[in-house]
T-cell receptor, first 113, second 114 residues
Framework: GDSVTQMEGPVTLSEEAFLTINCTYT??????LFWYVQYPGEGLQLLLK?????DKGSNKGFEATYRKETTSFHLEKGSVQVSDSAVYFCALESGGGADGLTFGKGTHLIIQP | KAGVTQTPRYLIKTRGQQVTLSCSPI?????VSWYQQTPGQGLQFLFEYFSETQRNKGNFPGRFSGRQFSNSRSEMNVSTLELGDSALYLC?????????????FGEGSRLTVL
């Protein structure tokens, strides 16, 4: 079945550091890929998405590129802020959504001032 | 506008009991999905409802069931509770169904089974 693998952390960085959170996936066909973020005390919210190979999703300074050849969708940000502290989930959806979203375990990101 | 609302936020039950959780989607959203989140398994898809019909179902036993009402509000029920059912149950709504749509999640209902 489909699966998503990401580092679980916690990942601790200093403010203004460069961020990479790795995400790789296994899926049949051509899935859509997502990054969701959960800020403290809030529900998960969509950060960005990509629906086909080589697509780049971007939002709030975060970017991720759909790499079919490496089955990856790594999340990057050039300069993180304390307000980026949250849990980040990589997810995929395939097969017309019949199995819902398949999530990674989540990466807890802590940004120190 | 109001987000996805889940009730109750916290509840404690004992083995063998049943529980019903409620989800009110964002106004205008017709699709509601349910997920179970545990430390070991992470987030797992339970089922999705659209226009009062179950469209998709995850790999969970028949003790887990749900329904959707004409106003798009949804409930999920777990019967004969087991210790392993302790989890955070998340509801998500979307305007429509299908891939690439954005899901809006509630804060969840945390169930503890003793």
């Amino acid at each position: 079945g489909d699966s998503v693998t990401q580092m679980e952390g916690p990942v601790t960085l200093s403010e203004e550091a460069f961020l990479t959170i790795n995400c790789t996936y296994t899926a049949t066909g051509y899935p859509s890929l997502f990054w969701y973020v959960q800020y403290p005390g809030e529900g998960l919210q969509l950060l960005l998405k990509a629906t086909k190979a080589d697509d780049k999703g971007s939002n709030k300074g975060f970017e991720a590129t759909y790499r079919k050849e490496t089955t990856s969708f790594h999340l990057e940000k050039g300069s993180v802020q304390v307000s980026d502290s949250a849990v980040y989930f990589c997810a995929l959806e395939s097969g017309g959504g019949a199995d819902g979203l398949t999530f990674g375990k989540g990466t807890h990101l802590i940004i120190q001032p | 506008k109001a987000g996805v609302t889940q009730t109750p936020r916290y509840l404690i039950k004992t083995r063998g009991q049943q529980v019903t959780l409620s989800c009110s989607p964002i106004s205008g959203h017709r699709s509601v999905s349910w997920y179970q989140q545990t430390p070991g398994q992470g987030l797992q898809f339970l089922f999705e409802y659209f226009s009062e019909t179950q469209r998709n179902k995850g790999n969970f036993p028949g003790r887990f069931s749900g329904r959707q009402f004409s106003n798009s509000r949804s409930e999920m029920n777990v019967s004969t509770l087991e210790l392993g059912d302790s989890a955070l149950y998340l509801c998500a709504s979307s305007i429509d169904h299908g891939t690439t749509r954005e899901l809006f999640f509630g804060e969840g209902s945390r169930l503890t089974v003793l």
